[in-house]
């Protein structure tokens, strides 16, 4: 789907560790976003980002930080994992008439 | 971004059987988009609604926009099982930052 991979797709980590999300897109979209997916929660929005070095909050972004120093790139930060941060992490691209695309997902464990 | 509460959480259907999910907002809506996500998935853009009253059709997929832009429902008509999943619905366009309701999960018995 337009060019958009996650990694890792699954980790497992310890609580206290920082651990890093990679989101990659080949096609030069100016917009992307992360979220988490729980059960009874849906989606929420961590952050996002409207271009280079343009990033913002979303609804539950304590504890993750992002960086985006190359178009292609957006990368997810837990500076500490806790357990609650537990959850599958999608990030997304927005392309104009046709919504946003979707990764695969990271599926991230905290123990 | 906008809120939305969708209805119903979960929908349990016979294969055959219609099935509608709604997507209701206090605010009035500039646009909304509808998304699928299958067990294990990713969510699927399915259509983004722009006009009040807008009606637009996927084969047995009818999504409407309500007149006031406050409302909006998908509608399966003799669901298969290759519908099953969660639709989500989103308030926004293109490039905002989506917030998703929180989702009906569909599942159809054979």
């Known amino acids: 789907d337009a060019g958009i991979t996650q990694s890792p797709r699954h980790k497992v980590t310890e609580t206290g560790t920082p651990v890093t999300l990679r989101c990659h897109q080949t096609e030069n979209h100016r917009y992307m976003y992360w979220y988490r997916q729980d059960p009874g929660h849906g989606l929420r929005l961590i952050h996002y980002s409207y271009g280079v070095k343009d990033t913002d909050k979303g609804e539950v972004s304590d504890g993750y930080s992002v960086s985006r120093s190359k178009t292609e790139d957006f990368l997810l930060t837990l500076e500490s994992a806790t357990s609650s941060q537990t959850s599958v992490y999608f990030c997304?691209?927005?392309?104009?008439?046709?919504?946003?695309?979707f990764g695969s997902g990271t599926r991230l464990t905290v123990v | 971004g906008q809120q939305v509460m969708q209805i119903p959480q979960y929908q349990h259907v016979q294969e055959g059987e219609d099935f509608t999910t709604y997507c209701n907002s206090s605010t009035t809506l500039s646009n909304i988009q509808w998304y699928k996500q299958r067990p294990g998935g990713h969510p699927v853009f399915l259509i983004q609604l722009v006009k009040s009253g807008e009606v637009k059709k996927q084969k047995r997929l009818t999504f409407q926009f309500g007149e006031a832009k406050k409302n909006s429902s998908l509608h399966i008509t003799a669901t298969q099982t290759t519908d099953v999943g969660t639709y989500f619905c989103?308030?926004?366009?293109?490039?905002?930052?989506?917030?998703f309701g929180t989702g009906t999960r569909l599942q159809v018995f054979p």
């Open positions: 989103a308030p926004g366009s293109n490039t905002d930052k989506l917030i």
């Open positions: 997304a691209i927005a392309q104009l008439n046709y919504g946003y695309t």
